[in-house]
């Protein structure tokens, strides 16, 4: 008799799960509270799977071996919580795409800079002509990937909410970027417990593994002695050059691996910020593990742009640089992109509240000469700048909030979109906002290059 595994939730990961159970001979059914997208359920017809959508229904559910759930489902869900009591497996689409690889696993983490490490480290890894796949948090599904191809290596996004769904789940390389608190009402509000699923990404390695660790992170840092590591243990630092690792430094970053110490110019990167130092020396370390010459990283660092909608150059009009950073979230990840920048900043910011502290930010705002809300409740914000910041201005309108920040704005200065909150109040998601910022900024060029040709007739 198969053994039956159960999906909730069809999205990427969820789909590309309920393919990869179907191609090995399970059983399967899934599962999704809400609507199923067309593409998805076309996928899932194409095989024969039978799915439900608006609703989760116990007698189809809780009769599984095994179930496979989206990250964004919590473990509070009642149907959830109904499985676990039974003694039901609920285990995450990395974890089972694990199971069916024979590639080594880069597994990358962080409250911010993961999805940029990711795509560097792939690049590098592409660029190297090694065989790697993408997936995790970002692009497709591994699972999916892996019904038609396998790679010898993967390099994989991966949330807190991915790895507490890991059971045996092994990378090779592991990397953990940097702690803030983030997502805590998934964790009872308690910053240790997000800080233990983070420090979870490790607890499979072996002597033969890789953990790489920012350990001049604050939280990192304090909970390092608190948890143990069967892996090889690579420090990334600022402050010193570490035994083992990488160290950053304004004309270079260090790597030291092995007794050797390979060195690369700061000006091979395309990326902004002290944070994307960060990012970069986890890529080439992890590049340096895999065995990629140095000069293919030197050939590949240059050709890597950053990814949309995180310190993205949108373009400039008259000197004046327009930054989409819409992916910024949470203060942590504004303190970042603040930090990148030593010319003057039009800052706009704003939208669904996450129980920011702005006070956060006053160490890189110093440089911000005006502030333009943009959210249907700007309060916040504007009481706590309103004598720190001598303009503040507000709008519910992407395209004012552009043309607004161009005209507070001279030549070499940045009109910088950083929320710093979520983007439901007047957007679908922050994708939309920032692809709305990047089109709105193509209007106002467009307008000023029309004005320009009729004044010259």
Not at 121 to 145: D, P
Not at 284 to 303: E, F, G, H, M, V
Not at 352 to 378: E, F
Request: hydrophobic residues 35%.
């Amino acid at each position: 008799m198969k053994k039956r595994i159960v999906i909730l939730g069809a999205g990427e990961s969820g789909t590309g799960a309920a393919l990869l159970a179907k191609a090995k001979g399970y059983d399967v059914f899934v599962s999704d509270f809400g609507p199923i997208q067309d593409s998805n359920k076309e996928k899932l017809k194409k095989v024969d799977v039978p799915f439900e959508e608006g609703n989760h229904s116990d007698d189809l559910i809780l009769n599984a071996d095994k179930i496979i759930k989206s990250p964004g489902i919590s473990s509070t869900v009642q149907i959830v919580k109904n499985a676990l009591a039974k003694g039901i497996p609920v285990i995450d689409e990395l974890e089972f795409a694990f199971r069916y690889t024979t590639g080594k696993i880069v597994a990358i983490t962080g409250t911010n800079g993961k999805s940029t490490t990711t795509m560097m480290t792939y690049h590098l890894f592409k660029e190297a002509g090694l065989s790697v796949g993408l997936g995790g948090n970002i692009g497709k599904s591994m699972a999916g990937q892996l019904v038609d191809e396998d790679f010898d290596w993967w390099v994989l996004e991966c949330s807190s909410f991915q790895i507490d769904g890991f059971t045996d789940f092994k990378p090779h390389i592991g990397v953990l970027l940097n702690i803030t608190p983030d997502h805590l009402d998934r964790y009872d509000y308690n910053v240790e417990n997000y800080v233990a699923s983070k420090f979870s990404l490790f607890k499979n390695q072996d002597k033969d593994d890789f953990a790489i660790l920012y350990t001049e992170d604050n939280l990192i840092n304090k909970n390092l002695d608190e948890h143990l590591f069967s892996s090889k243990l690579l420090e990334l630092k600022f402050d010193d050059l570490p035994y083992e690792g990488a160290y950053a430094n304004p004309s270079g970053i260090i790597i030291n691996l092995n007794e050797r110490r390979h060195t690369f110019s700061q000006e091979l990167l395309t990326i902004k910020g002290k944070h994307n130092q960060t990012n970069a020396m986890a890529s080439i370390l992890t590049s340096k593990i895999a065995r990629i010459k140095n000069d293919k990283i030197t050939d590949s660092l240059p050709k890597f742009k950053s990814i949309q909608h995180r310190l993205e150059s949108v373009g400039s009009i008259y000197g004046i640089e327009f930054i989409n950073d819409s992916k910024a979230t949470n203060v942590d990840a504004v303190y970042y992109a603040l930090e990148a920048f030593t010319r003057p900043i039009i800052w706009i910011v704003g939208g669904v509240d996450k129980g920011n502290d702005y006070s956060q930010l006053d160490a890189v705002s110093t440089n911000v000469k005006a502030i333009i809300c943009l959210g249907k409740d700007n309060a916040k914000i504007k009481d706590y700048y309103k004598d720190r910041c001598p303009i503040i201005e507000e709008t519910q309108s992407m395209q004012e909030a552009v043309e607004m920040g161009y005209k507070l704005s001279k030549d070499r200065e940045v009109v910088l979109l950083s929320p710093a909150c979520a983007s439901f109040d007047l957007f679908k998601n922050y994708e939309d906002r920032g692809n709305q910022f990047r089109l709105a900024f193509q209007l106002l060029e467009r307008e000023i290059e029309l004005k320009k040709l009729s004044q010259s007739c």
